[in-house]
């Protein structure tokens, strides 16, 4: 990957024994970057730089994403993924903390935010969304991967999930370029590699007898009595955070504001990276004494 696309140092942290790749940009105040599925920290590279004018920007990979490592006998299930989101968080002692969540990202972010309120300076929620969803026909089509030898051969053989998730997650398609394509896709050369992808889409709470919507549903009955500003980001055309859920979310929860960004999908990062970068920045900078001015933007 060219320099100039990646202009950020590796770092890692063993947590429980597993070697996690995380990059930071800036200084000041702290805000983590989490991710969903099938992305990992690149995904923020266009957002890190802007942010990191006035704080501490930190993007980690999940376990099994990026460049973090693939752990011998890991399940990547959910609790997995969030004992190591814990121990990421504690080793880097980080406090007065800004989450900026996506995707699963915002699940896991926000599992850990309820149970550490006292260590959360205020959140932003990208076309994620952190309570139960209901619907037969949902349920029904998040029941798909479970099905015997289906996630096997569609996302681990076949390797469907990347290429369609971008394509159907991105409006703007002429963003997708052969070496933006490369950089989702490289972390995934073959079968073994894509069981992490496959694991989150077996974990799409289908039911209540689902771990997830079991999550889901203490986040749920926490956000009335969340109170941190929360910024809720969505792309016009995403289908994961419909205008009902996004409103319904930002009803719920006593601080929060709503943010449509137009002509943009799932990775509405990748669709208006410009626009994302600048809500952010202005949100977590919002009523902080503390952080830098921020520089005038080139």
């Known amino acids: 990957m060219a320099r100039s696309a990646w202009p950020f140092e590796s770092k890692h942290a063993v947590i ?14 702290p805000a983590l970057f989490l991710h969903g599925n099938p992305t990992w920290s690149y995904l923020w590279r266009n957002v890190l730089p802007e942010v990191g004018r006035t704080h501490r920007a930190i993007a980690v990979d999940l376990a099994g994403f990026g460049r973090s490592e693939h752990p011998s006998g890991f399940n990547y299930d959910f609790d997995e993924h969030a004992a190591l989101l814990a121990g990421f968080i504690d080793h880097l002692e980080l406090d007065d903390l800004s989450l900026v969540l996506h995707d699963w990202g915002g699940i896991l972010g926000m599992h850990w935010a309820v149970e550490h309120l006292d260590r959360v ?10 309570a139960p969803v ?53 972390p995934f050369p073959d079968a073994a590699s894509r069981l992490p992808i496959r694991r989150w889409t077996e974990q799409l709470p289908a039911s209540s007898r689902d771990r997830t919507h079991r999550v889901l549903q203490v986040i749920a009955g926490s956000l009335p009595s969340f109170d941190r500003p929360v910024l809720i980001v969505r792309g016009r055309y995403d289908p994961v955070l419909t205008m009902t859920r996004a409103r319904w979310l930002r009803d719920a929860l006593p601080q929060a504001r709503l943010e449509v960004v137009s002509r943009a999908g799932h990775f509405l990062q990748e669709d208006q990276p410009e626009r994302v970068a600048s809500l952010l920045a202005d949100f977590l900078t919002e009523g902080r004494t503390d952080s830098p001015a921020p520089r005038p933007r080139a």
């Open 121 to 130: 300076s205020r959140v932003a929620l990208l076309s994620t969304f952190v």
């Open 134 to 186: 209901d619907g037969v026909l949902r349920s029904a089509l998040m029941r798909l991967p479970r099905i015997p030898g289906l996630g096997a051969l569609l996302v681990q053989r076949l390797n469907l999930f990347v290429p369609l998730a971008l394509r159907a997650g991105v409006v703007h398609w002429s963003r997708l370029t052969p070496e933006l394509r490369r950089a989702y896709a490289t």
């Open 16 to 29: 429980h024994g597993v070697r996690l790749h995380y990059v930071e940009h800036g200084s000041g105040p």
